[in-house]
């Protein structure tokens, strides 16, 4: 009996734990109306931070708005010159709507079929595996850092359509409009997909039972109920080619040139060919020339002012769009009748033309029919094929070159630069090597030097720096008199009436002492036997070519000593050993460091360009003839035939001996620093500065999108507010990168950090990258299933603790995805960093106020090697390999994000 409790009776221990008092009641309530207010204003930020973007470019666009009253007003409407340093300055706009509005149109013009047919065939055609497999690739073809495309296009696009249509230039309207266009479809692609894949399978299902076929079905009723979402989808895509930054400005030209006649379809369609000049490529390539305050920055921050306002109205566009498809009669259960009502008559219509079947009987029309249902089959597969051998055609050309930047035969200039840089091997194996092959260049080298009789300037050149030592200044006179002898009559006198005491003569013609008579009689002795006059002799296919200038590239092929490549390298007999070579840069210093740049120089060597005038049948002067002849037939005719044979037979003959070529793979190449233009050394400052971006911009941006994200899932009712909210969220995403960068500068750079720095970079790109993290975020906490939220509610947890300690737990792995596909976004971008942290080339600085000091970072170091810079011309292979890494940095980040997103989404389906 006393073992026994009634019923209503609770015992005391659990009286504390399953019930609350009224105070940690209070406090429950108090803590959660904490957290909810903590949601609502942090998550308010997102509409601070786009009044801000809109307010500071506006306030840097009042000076240009306001300076000329009505007139300036009208001018960027009204002219399309633009003449910033004119005197006065002109900001007339319309040359460069012209440009963005060409590039975009046909841009659209392409990727608007191919990219709806595309989703049309994930949708409709292939099977859900191969689905899957496509996918993927579509957004790895959306991962493609822009300043990639960018570079694709500079160095495989404009040759290309240069040699094909005879373009003067490859970088024009069509070059840029082609790139925009792969880069555009798979936005195009993934919208329209959605959009056609949330039509209910009955509507299909009622087409065919009418007896439609497949194309039938999909261009009469699937494409027409998806309308909404296709039209979201072409906006998307005309957005993110307005926005672009990166490939118009490396791709299109960066010229203002607007036909006359600009409203004529064979005008522009000829205009294609011309360089052209977008809003985005001018807002990037002159903010960095115009001065502070002036009246040009502000008229740039106004052409930033129109783009975002476009992408704006564009947004809203898309979100009215998007919202008509989502409270639209089409789809909606409830009103399946009516559409099959409609359906019946699209059907019967697209079935009861009479026609086919008088004109051709009734078993041609359904063979016509067939013939349709096949070829649009045909054509939706060749569109899926088209994006595959996209992504295929942009990568594999990059990362073919790319991977010989770490693979490939090196020679002993690049030992021997790695140990004088980072000493790296066995010093006295490089050392021994090095003297074997400077051996085996010495009879090159004193084949040069008898030659060098054709190039009387050198001569006089280190005559002047003999005598500004020893103070001979009268010699050296009288040693470039000899020097400029143009026969063997006038060497011989000006030998005999050199200006020199009688001493000295009787020494020149023994043993000497006086180092610039030891040059004058080298010179005489190398001279005296040669025809003079062929210096000034033209060579046998340009007349505009002397003997001299001939001999002269072919010296420098050798020799390298203007800086632009070469074949072996300097001598060091001339410079008294290696010691006295470290004042020169690298490029001189050093000789090829790959064995296939040794063997393209060589090729050069072997062969010349030459340009033969051309005129018509009046005389008038025509473009020239390029011709690519033999380099020893230039000479052909003359005494220096033979010996330039020899010389380039014995380089040919020798060469392997004279560098020692070794494959290596070259794994320090993403470690070790870089020499001026990357012409030796690795990217290992690059990838950490990008790598330090990136982090930094995530942590920045991090916490603000998780907390965004949890608002809009867990605390925010649907009402004008949060409405509001998701168009900042959207207009955020849509604002072109450009903008971001105009941004950082105006108020990151120039108001908090007062200089370009690693942290206002980061700052700018945790701005651009913040939809990204708050939509993944917010598809993840939406994901994590509502049960998982009433058992924590049944257990006497409130909101705030609940989201806390379940829900943000389980959407952890979501989140993630979203962080890594943040990091790709920030470590691809360029725009955003060009004002605000980013610099080509230099080492990272890890010092204590590294936050404050600007990178180099991959991405803009890949569009200086690509369009600025010359020694980077010289070595191809490091242009390719730090767009390589670029591109696998970012892609690896994507197939991370792929991967974990398909573990998720089997976990949560219980596969």
Request: proline residues 5%; hydrophobic residues 50%; aromatic residues 10%.
């Amino acid at each position: 009996m006393h073992g026994i409790v009634p019923d209503n009776v609770v015992p005391d221990d659990e009286k504390n734990t399953l019930l609350l008092s009224a105070e940690s009641d209070r406090w429950r309530k108090v803590r959660n109306f904490l957290a909810f207010q903590l949601l609502a204003r942090t998550a308010n930020l997102i509409m601070l931070v786009i009044v801000a973007i809109f307010g500071f470019i506006l306030w840097r666009s009042l000076p240009f708005l306001t300076s000329g009253g009505i007139g300036r007003l009208a001018e960027p409407f009204l002219s399309g010159k633009w003449f910033p340093d004119a005197r006065p300055p002109e900001f007339g706009m319309l040359a460069l709507f012209y440009g963005s509005f060409v590039v975009t149109f046909v841009a659209m013009a392409i990727a608007a079929p191919v990219g709806i047919l595309s989703a049309v065939a994930l949708s409709d055609m292939v099977s859900f595996r191969i689905r899957r497999f496509l996918k993927p690739f579509i957004e790895l073809l959306a991962a493609i850092p822009s300043v990639a495309f960018g570079f694709f296009a500079i160095k495989i696009v404009a040759p290309w359509l240069q040699d094909t249509f005879g373009f003067s230039s490859g970088t024009n309207a069509l070059n840029a409009a082609l790139i925009l266009a792969v880069m555009a479809l798979p936005t195009i692609v993934s919208v329209a997909e959605d959009a056609v894949s949330g039509i209910g399978r009955e509507l299909r299902e009622a087409s065919h039972a009418l007896g439609a076929t497949r194309a039938e079905t999909l261009l009469q009723v699937v494409i027409p109920a998806s309308r909404n979402g296709i039209t979201a989808a072409l906006i998307l895509g005309t957005m993110r080619a307005v926005g672009e930054t990166m490939v118009v400005w490396m791709a299109a030209g960066n010229a203002a040139n607007m036909p006359s006649a600009w409203y004529r379809v064979d005008q522009v369609v000829l205009g294609l060919g011309d360089a052209v000049r977008t809003i985005t490529a001018t807002i990037a390539g002159d903010m960095g020339e115009a001065p502070a305050e002036s009246l040009h920055r502000s008229a740039l921050f106004t052409v930033a002012l129109f783009l975002l306002l476009f992408t704006f109205c564009m947004n809203i566009l898309t979100e009215y769009v998007s919202r008509n498809r989502r409270h639209g009669d089409i789809g909606r259960p409830n009103a399946t009748a009516g559409v099959l009502s409609m359906l019946y008559g699209r059907v019967a219509d697209a079935l009861g033309d009479v026609s086919p079947i008088l004109m051709f009987g009734q078993k041609r029309s359904y063979l016509l029919r067939r013939f349709f249902d096949n070829a649009f089959t045909a054509v939706a597969y060749a569109s899926i094929a088209a994006l595959f051998f996209a992504l295929v055609i942009v990568l594999f050309p990059i990362f073919r070159s790319g991977v010989q930047a770490v693979f490939f035969r090196e020679t002993v200039e690049h030992r021997l630069f790695l140990w004088e840089r980072f000493e790296r091997g066995d010093r006295e194996r490089i050392q021994k090597e090095f003297d074997l092959c400077a051996n085996a260049r010495e009879p090159i080298y004193r084949q040069l030097r008898q030659l060098s009789w054709l190039t009387p300037d050198d001569w006089i050149a280190e005559a002047g720096k003999i005598a500004r030592t020893s103070g001979s200044r009268k010699s050296a006179r009288a040693f470039k008199r000899l020097c400029e002898a143009g026969s063997q009559e006038e060497l011989a006198a000006a030998w005999e009436r050199m200006e020199i005491p009688d001493t000295e003569i009787a020494d020149a013609r023994g043993d000497l002492s006086d180092p610039l008579l030891r040059l004058a009689k080298e010179y005489h002795t190398i001279a005296r036997d040669a025809d003079l006059s062929l210096r000034q002799q033209a060579t046998r296919f340009n007349p505009d070519l002397t003997c001299a200038a001939a001999f002269r590239q072919i010296r420098t092929l050798i020799t390298g000593e203007e800086g632009t490549g070469c074949i072996l390298g300097p001598s060091i007999r001339d410079y008294k050993g290696r010691e006295g070579m470290e004042h020169l840069p690298p490029e001189v210093r050093y000789g090829p460091a790959h064995w296939s740049s040794a063997l393209r120089y060589l090729s050069q060597l072997k062969e010349a360009v030459v340009w033969e005038h051309r005129f018509d049948s009046q005389g008038n002067v025509l473009p020239g003839e390029k011709r690519i002849v033999d380099r020893t037939s230039l000479f052909a005719g003359t005494s220096l035939h033979e010996p330039i044979q020899k010389l380039i037979d014995a380089l040919e003959c020798d060469l392997e001996k004279m560098h020692r070529p070794r494959l290596v793979f070259y794994g320090n190449y993403f470690f070790d620093s870089s020499s001026a233009g990357h012409y030796l050394g690795g990217i290992g400052p690059e990838l950490l500065g990008t790598a330090a971006v990136a982090v930094f911009s995530i942590l920045f941006a991090l916490p603000l999108g998780i907390v965004t994200a949890a608002y809009l899932v867990e605390a925010a009712k649907e009402s004008r507010t949060t409405r509001l909210l998701r168009l900042c969220i959207s207009t955020l995403a849509g604002v072109p990168s450009i903008v971001f960068g105009l941004f950082g500068l105006a108020v990151i750079v120039e108001l908090v950090t007062g200089k370009p720095c690693l942290l206002a970079g980061s700052i700018t790109l945790a701005i651009l990258i913040l939809p990204v993290i708050i939509r993944t975020g917010e598809e993840a906490i939406r994901a994590v299933p509502q049960t998982y939220r009433e058992a924590a509610a049944g257990l006497g947890a409130g909101p705030a603790w609940t989201f806390f300690s379940v829900t943000l737990p389980a959407s952890l792995p979501g989140i993630l995805t979203g962080t890594i596909l943040g990091v790709s976004r920030a470590a691809g971008e360029t725009a955003p960093l060009l004002f605000t942290c980013a610099v080509a080339s230099g080492g990272f600085l890890a010092g204590a106020d590294f936050l404050m000091q600007p990178t180099p970072v991959l991405s803009y170091a890949a569009y200086d090697m690509a369009v600025g810079d010359r020694l980077a011309e010289m070595v191809p292979y490091n242009q390719y390999g730090l767009v390589s890494t670029l591109i696998l940095f970012v892609l690896l980040l994507n197939v991370a994000a792929i991967v974990l997103r398909g573990r998720i989404t089997s976990k949560l389906k219980g596969i």
